[in-house]
């Protein structure tokens, strides 16, 4: 019995960390922010040096091989440098869908193409995911599609786009496909790339070697964990943030730290978002190795850390009083990417639906 | 990650199962405030000689002598609550003055009493807060002066549980009045008979005494009855603390009392309509799952932690406040889906589970408040958790 991670899995995080010190500070993370870069390309190469982008894909195809709690633990740090590259979509979901559901021939095209960085996917599954708004949704007639999806993740680098349409099924889509039309959308979170795409009967390849409809969940699932881990991260940058900047700040002869009020708050943020790093861990190893769980799973680690992660966004900007209300801080780019991580695919309401789906509550 | 146990523990867990099937029927309902009757004496002496009470208590002072095996004591309390058959006893003098006088009692004392309190026969409460001396204990004022071979104790203790019952008491009294406030404590063991003592039952909001006053009036004990040496009661105090701790907060029970919710939501209607089929209700029911899976999956990790000796650091010490926050929301969510049914109190018609909702919301309230309040928690937390600051101390007027 052992609930914790490994030493190589320490290492590996460790040493995606120390890079992302070094090659994501906030200077760098605004910089990519303001020229609204979809990919930061020397952040893209350092990471594509430690195999990021391949860390899912098998061996077989060029990648690493490896679970999904140790992409969790990427994504945490992603979360915690405000990393401005593709990553949850492009590494995750979409390897993921392909090595379930594509044909040899799309995983031989593919799969090494992503684990190498050379290829960008985006992922279009906001409407099946958190529901559709706008009129989105996406029909497949004839190996055509038509209609619309928004929110569509890693969506301003992605040279190809994975989309669900509204009967369930998944398509891989060619980014300069004739009658795909795309159109960026502005979040509050300028550190990744979201946007919509309009299909006007666009060639589409299926991926149909497997049970669409679950492989459709098992890339919601992935998603959401990675989100959580997205927030995980983030928020305990914030926390560290928070905690320096009161051991700094001096008001009416001491530090704001030594205040109760503002202590208590520190205190609070640890305590709410602490126990979330196990509901993320679990949640992760459960999607490999628990399936029966994982859709559980995962909705709950979405919709806690959401909760918890709003919860120390504003109390840590709080802490950093009109500071933490400047651009100049920076602290923004954490509030935004904790922000835009709640919404996307799927709301905590919507997430708690689905776990109670699962648990078979309000079903009747 | 490998959540699964290896085949010695697996081995374990198959024992302590074949264990309880064969005793089971011989095992008592549960234990109440009153003093153990025989048939729970029987069952304390029976789980300590197959090492499923006072495991790690060394042979010699009448535990079962085991080995510490964090995942061991763990698969015994998962068997014990799936068969729903009670643990080993409990109490202050099982959990907390065992283990302190196991560290840092004299031999005499050890032979004395570690053997009477496991077996159920020595009753313990702990005498700490006093009315001026809550969140700073070690402010407290009751009082012993020396005569002779003896102390002489004036005061009030509060907080007292079990005191009724009680044949011993644990207790910090001030000894040397002259020394800085941490260093002029003593921890002296007495019996509750001891002539000057004086117990009154303490109603809480909850409309039982769950608690009680201690008054000292002249009460005289052998300078002999001191556990680790005059002027040391706050060092030995915090030993027991330490242990008092690691009591609250349980996400075991949150997860217990969770089933208990899910249980009620499915019999219970509103309109005709199942409370888990409420859209409201169940929104906040996948709320508080989601927090308390969270703390039990922490729990797994510390428990990991200290399998392997590591210190948890800042994920032990929000344990309490998260733990005892977490039961307190469940309570008051069983109240609102039971709506006005769940303000029904005392032998009302139409009352559900005992009252027993209302009655964990207010006595969880204490415990939120207790053993080191949510306020004091914080402070930890930040302090020794995240390194901040402490608030400065006022200058003396």
Not at chain 1, 249 to 277: N, T, W, Y
Request: with cysteine; net charge negative; aromatic share 6%.
């Amino acid at each position: 019995m052992e609930f914790g991670l490994s030493e190589d899995q320490r290492l590996m995080q460790d040493s995606v960390r120390r890079t992302l010190e070094k090659v994501s500070s906030l200077e760098r993370v605004r910089t990519a922010a303001e020229a609204r870069e979809p990919k930061a390309l020397d952040v893209w190469h350092a990471l594509v040096e430690l195999g990021v982008p391949g860390l899912l894909v098998d061996e077989a195809y060029g990648g690493m091989g490896l679970k999904l709690l140790d992409a969790a633990l990427i994504a945490e740090v992603l979360g915690r440098f405000v990393t401005p590259v593709p990553y949850i979509a492009s590494s995750v979901m979409v390897p993921l869908a392909l090595a379930a559901l594509g044909s040899d021939k799309q995983k031989e095209t593919w799969l090494p193409k992503l684990a190498s960085g050379e290829v960008v996917a985006g992922a279009a599954i906001s409407e099946r995911a958190a529901g559709a708004r706008e009129g989105g949704g996406v029909t497949a007639t004839g190996g055509k599609l038509s209609g619309k999806s928004l929110f569509v993740m890693d969506f301003g680098a992605a040279d190809i786009f994975v989309v669900a349409d509204k009967a369930g099924g998944l398509h891989l889509v060619d980014a300069g496909a004739k009658g795909l039309n795309k159109v960026a959308l502005t979040t509050i979170d300028l550190t990744r790339s979201i946007g919509e795409l309009h299909f006007d009967n666009v060639e589409a390849e299926p991926l149909v070697s497997g049970d669409a409809e679950a492989g459709l969940q098992r890339m919601l699932d992935a998603g959401r964990i990675m989100l959580a881990a997205d927030t995980l991260g983030a928020g305990w940058m914030m926390i560290d943030k928070a905690v320096d900047y009161a051991k700094e700040r001096k008001q009416f002869d001491r530090v704001i730290g030594s205040f109760q009020a503002v202590k208590h708050m520190c205190a609070e943020m640890a305590a709410e978002l602490e126990p979330g790093r196990s509901l993320v861990w679990y949640a992760a190893h459960a999607f490999d190795e628990v399936p029966a769980e994982a859709t559980l799973m995962a909705s709950h680690a979405k919709s806690h850390l959401s909760e918890v992660g709003r919860f120390v966004a504003r109390t840590s900007t709080e802490v950093h009083g009109g500071m933490g209300f400047t651009d100049l801080l920076g602290l923004h780019y954490w509030f935004k990417r904790i922000g835009l991580d709640r919404q996307l695919l799927g709301s905590p309401e919507r997430a708690r639906e689905d776990a109670a789906r699962v648990q078979g509550w309000g079903v009747a | 990650m490998d959540l699964a146990y290896s085949a010695e523990y697996e081995v374990f867990r198959a024992e302590v199962r074949e264990f309880l099937k064969k005793h089971k029927a011989s095992a008592p309902k549960g234990y109440g405030m009153t003093r153990p009757s025989g048939g729970v004496l029987a069952w304390q002496k029976l789980l300590i000689a197959n090492g499923y009470a006072a495991r790690t208590i060394p042979k010699e002072y009448g535990g079962f002598g085991a080995e510490p095996d964090i995942l061991k004591s763990r698969i015994i309390a998962e068997e014990f609550t799936a068969a729903r058959v009670p643990m080993g006893l409990s109490g202050q003098g099982i959990s907390m003055f065992v283990p302190t006088l196991l560290e840092l009692g004299t031999e005499e004392q050890k032979q004395a009493y570690i053997k009477p309190t496991l077996n159920g026969e020595i009753i313990w409460c702990q005498g700490y807060s006093e009315p001026g001396s809550g969140s700073d204990l070690a402010s407290l004022q009751t009082k012993a002066h020396e005569d002779g071979d003896d102390f002489i104790i004036n005061g009030q203790k509060i907080w007292t549980s079990t005191a009724k019952t009680a044949d011993m008491m644990f207790c910090l009294v001030r000894t040397e009045p002259n020394a800085p406030k941490h260093e002029g404590i003593s921890y002296l063991i007495f019996s509750m008979k001891t002539p000057g003592i004086e117990v009154r039952p303490l109603t809480t909001m909850t409309g039982h005494a769950e608690f009680n006053e201690v008054f000292f009036t002249d009460v005289r004990v052998p300078k002999t009855q001191i556990v680790g040496g005059r002027g040391q009661g706050w060092f030995v105090a915090n030993a027991t603390l330490k242990h008092e701790r690691g009591m609250l907060g349980d996400p075991n029970q949150a997860g217990a009392r969770l089933r208990e919710i899910i249980d009620l939501m499915h019999s219970e209607t509103l309109d005709g309509q199942r409370l888990i089929d409420n859209p409201l209700y169940r929104d906040r029911l996948v709320q508080l799952q989601s927090r308390v899976l969270a703390m039990q999956f922490h729990g797994l990790r510390l428990l990991t932690a200290s399998t392997k000796g590591e210190d948890a650091g800042l994920a032990r010490l929000i344990v309490k406040l998260q733990g005892c926050e977490i039961n307190h929301q469940l309570a008051a969510l069983a109240i609102d889906a039971l709506g006005e049914l769940g303000v029904l109190y005392d032998d009302s018609p139409h009352l559900r589970a005992g009252g027993g909702w209302q009655q964990r919301y207010m006595f969880d309230l204490g415990l939120i408040i207790g053993g080191g309040t949510a306020q004091i928690q914080k402070n930890i937390i930040s302090e020794r958790g995240l390194a901040m600051p402490r608030e400065p101390r006022p200058a003396k007027a």
